[in-house]
């Protein structure tokens, strides 16, 4: 009976899940048909996955409204490697702080020393984890994501884009 309930249960959280992930395919989509003017919402949640033993980002480019309270959810549970998710200030901030994060091993691979460069950093995902970071989302402008899991950051990237 109880094994039946569990299942029951787990059945609902995994339709709650796929609801959960239509929402956003559907707001990804939106993001890609209409450009500057799709979002007014004060908070948005943004759901990114890997897959495998890809090291990339399923989604590379996100446009935000500035001053949104932005949560990434980072999805690691269909891939087979240790991943983070690590935004920044700048392009320029992609090389130094990828570098640095080599030595970074003891602080999950980020570098305290760069912490003026990065806006937000999520904990490591291992294969199975879920992370989510919120912050909120700077002034207009161009901010890269990076993985600074021990030099995925040359292939591992993407960008937020806030917009006004
Ligand atoms: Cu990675």
């Not at 995994?14 to 993001?31: E, G, P």
């Not at 935000?64 to 920044?88: A, C, F, P, Q, W």
């Not at 806006?119 to 992370?131: N, R």
Request: charge should be negative; include cysteine; hydrophobic fraction near 40%.
């Amino acid at each position: 009976m109880n094994a039946i309930r569990r299942n029951n249960f787990n059945d609902l959280l995994r339709y709650t899940d796929m609801k959960y992930s239509i929402l956003i395919t559907l707001f990804t989509l939106n993001a890609y048909m209409f450009n500057n003017e799709y979002i007014s919402a004060d908070s948005v949640i943004v759901e990114i996955k890997t897959s495998g033993i890809d090291l990339s980002y399923d989604i590379t480019e996100l446009k935000v409204k500035s001053g949104s309270n932005l949560t990434i959810r980072y999805d690691n549970t269909e891939s087979d490697m240790v991943h983070n998710i690590v935004v920044l200030q700048s392009v320029d901030d992609i090389n130094p702080v990828g570098m640095a994060s080599l030595q970074a091993y003891q602080n999950e691979y980020i570098p305290e020393e760069k912490m003026d460069r990065i806006i937000a950093y999520s904990k490591l995902a291992f294969p199975g984890d879920i992370v989510e970071i919120t912050f909120v989302v700077p002034p207009p402008g161009i901010y890269p994501y990076i993985c600074t899991y021990s030099g995925h950051f040359t292939t591992m990237q993407g960008r937020l884009i806030s917009i006004e």
